[in-house]
């Protein structure tokens, strides 16, 4: 069954001619009633009309006509979160972002440091640790383009926000991956302006896939989403060209 149409604005790329992988995992997973597993099958198109279709058991579907883009089925996030640093030290972790010097997507609308502020969301995680444990963590201030109603921000940009940091989480000298799948869960919806912080942490992995886990803390200091990412790294003729 056909629960919507929708479209990938440009601005919410990730490689320059398809959509940023979290953004797209939280807009078909805003259909669902709860936490979503999301795995990208295709690059998804910017600009095309794109349908999401209802299967059976919860599961949804991101088409572009025949080809699924994109496919969900009910989950349960089970990963434990570390603590999370003080904003003013994700704040400093961020110096140490990595993508300032090596970033196969430059422009991307999560990590992206050509993007300017209002336009991309500009999560830069650098390393760090917490209690002798090491993660990645960034600080967030999400603007007003990014919320629905009463100032809280979208279920989509929650989810982009749980990308991009699991990848420099794995990442091995600016290895160039993409988002494979991401289960992700949302406990509470952060609001305009919130001093947020974002962290990451390497799960393990061998070969071409590792995995990731992510999350989001209010200004309270309570995690208000969290997810697990595979990453898998391309081959050199699979990198996308500008």
């Known amino acids: 069954m056909k629960l919507a149409t929708v479209q990938i604005d440009p601005r919410f790329r990730g490689p320059p ?4 992988g979290g953004y797209v995992v939280g807009l078909l997973a805003r259909y669902a009633p709860g936490p979503m597993d999301v795995r990208l099958r295709q690059p998804p198109p910017l600009g095309a009309p794109l349908d ?9 579907e991101l088409c572009a006509g025949e080809v699924v883009l994109a496919s969900a089925v009910p989950t349960t996030v089970d990963v434990l979160v570390p603590e999370a640093p003080s904003f003013e030290i994700a704040t400093e972790a961020s110096t140490r972002y990595a993508g300032f010097g090596t970033n196969p997507f430059p422009e991307c609308f999560v990590c992206g440091p050509q993007r300017p502020p209002g336009d991309g969301l500009r999560i830069f995680a650098g390393a760090t640790s917490v209690g002798g444990s090491p993660l990645y963590a960034a600080p967030w201030r999400p603007d007003a383009t990014l919320a629905g109603t009463r100032r809280s921000i979208r279920p989509e940009f929650m989810a982009a926000a749980l990308d991009c940091p699991g990848y420099f989480a794995v990442a091995v000298d600016g290895e160039p991956m993409l988002l494979g799948s991401l289960a ?20 393990g992995g061998a070969g071409r896939k590792w995995r ?7 200004a309270d200091g309570a995690c208000a ?17 500008p």
């Not at 001619?17 to 940023?20: A, F, L, P, Q």
């Not at 898998?232 to 990198?239: D, K, M």
């Open 225 to 241: 989403a969290r997810g697990v990412a595979t990453w898998i790294a391309l081959r050199p003729e699979q990198v996308p060209r």
């Open 52 to 60: 999401v279709l209802a299967r059976e058991g919860g599961a949804l």
């Open 212 to 218: 990731a886990g992510t999350a989001v803390f209010g």
């Open 17 to 20: 001619r398809s959509g940023n």
């Open 184 to 203: 992700f869960e949302i406990e509470r919806a952060v609001e305009v302006e919130e001093r947020c912080v974002v962290i990451a942490w390497s799960l």
